[in-house]
């Protein structure tokens, strides 16, 4: 396994980190953690509302039992609170806007881990300008928090993850020189925060990678990749995809999802060879998918819409359907249109266009107008 420093943190973390938001339960997150541990990852990115399901039942606990036992000195991990104005829920660190409010977070996140220290804490989607003002404005902010925390020796050091433009995280990182590490959406698809992470390496700030594969979608083969690098027509996508993010240099870690042991010995097998794609690969490949896609924006399944449907409608479920059919043109995509006729719970006509899932979507995902193509879809057939 490959390792990069954090910025002048002077911690390491290994090239490929462990994800932890798509478990699918207790097990499978600490039969994942140990193996990937075993392979050599040691960077963990965790957060109290991933797969919550209670307060003590959710991904950060489920990590907290997997690393019991394990050498704690060779294991870096992050933890996460949400800040915004409003109401909190404090047992999910969402929507965090105080002091005590993260401190509560803080604590539980060490209570369900039991690591003893935090090596990195990050405000979790600080996306828009209002999400800095709710994490470092006034006197009882979380960041206050934060800073007392890293002073106690709790917490290690302190950035953000973002899924906002550039220009934001740039002045960010300028306004708050305590932030040495932020966590950021990118791949070869999605590369306007390019800025962002040049700036972080020029100021030796850690730069983790999430989204590397768009949600699970930059998996198998295709003709229109195998065209583009004919070198490279026997490597599947997801290969040449971490291969364009270990290939830069002002990539600090690249988190993956994994939930499948083979899935994860296959990325840690990649993240440990040094072979990577020349610049020219890389643009090429670029190009490629934005043939590919035909420009469209794409659901990742990230799951921010989750609870926003006035209709309880599963639209990261349903906006993968329209995908895999109608923008991939795949045959498992027709495949769950079938399937949908029969779901009348799922059905698209159900769809308003509210926008409230569109606020939620960090990719500006036009959910609405595929809702209306969807429903005709299914009735046509």
Not at 137 to 157: F, I, K, M, T, W
Request: include cysteine; aromatic fraction near 10%; glycine fraction near 8%.
């Amino acid at each position: 396994m490959q390792y990069r420093p954090v910025g002048n943190t002077g911690v390491r973390v290994s090239l490929l980190g462990i994800g932890t938001m798509r478990f699918t339960g207790r097990e499978n997150a600490i039969e994942t953690v140990r193996r990937a541990v075993k392979l050599g990852l040691n960077y963990i990115d965790i957060a109290a509302g991933y797969s919550y399901r209670s307060p003590e039942e959710n991904a950060e606990a489920w990590v907290g039992e997997a690393i019991r036992g394990l050498d704690r000195s060779k294991l870096v991990i992050s933890a996460k609170a949400q800040p915004r104005r409003g109401e909190a829920r404090v047992d999910r660190c969402l929507g965090i806007h105080t002091r005590d409010q993260m401190r509560q977070c803080i604590e539980a996140s060490l209570r369900r881990t039991g690591a003893g220290y935090l090596d990195f804490f990050q405000f979790w989607d600080m996306s828009q300008p209002s999400h800095f003002e709710a994490a470092c404005s006034g006197r009882d902010n979380p960041l206050v928090a934060l800073r007392e925390a890293r002073e106690q020796g709790l917490v290690r050091h302190i950035g953000f993850t973002s899924h906002g433009g550039p220009d934001d995280i740039i002045q960010w990182l300028g306004r708050v020189p305590d932030f040495r590490f932020i966590t950021v959406y990118y791949n070869f698809t999605n590369r306007y925060v390019e800025e962002a992470i040049a700036y972080a390496y020029e100021h030796q700030v850690g730069v983790a990678i999430m989204g590397p594969l768009y949600g699970g979608i930059l998996v198998g083969h295709s003709d229109a990749f195998d065209d583009a690098l004919v070198e490279l027509r026997s490597m599947p996508v997801q290969e040449i995809a971490f291969r364009f993010l270990f290939s830069n240099p002002t990539i600090t870690t690249v988190l993956s999802g994994m939930n499948e042991a083979s899935h994860l010995v296959e990325n840690a097998a990649i993240a440990s060879d040094r072979a990577g794609l020349t610049p020219g690969q890389c643009e090429r490949f670029v190009r490629a998918f934005q043939d590919f896609t035909k420009g469209e924006a794409i659901c990742t399944g990230c799951r921010y819409c989750d609870n926003t449907c006035p209709f309880e409608l599963p639209i990261y479920q349903l906006m993968g359907t329209y995908q895999l059919s109608q923008i991939f043109g795949l045959p498992a995509g027709d495949e769950q249109l079938e399937r949908l006729r029969d779901q009348h719970k799922l059905d698209a006509a159900k769809c308003h266009a509210c926008g409230k899932c569109t606020e939620k979507c960090p990719r500006h995902v036009p959910v609405a107008k595929r809702m209306k193509h969807l429903a005709e879809l299914l009735k046509s057939g």
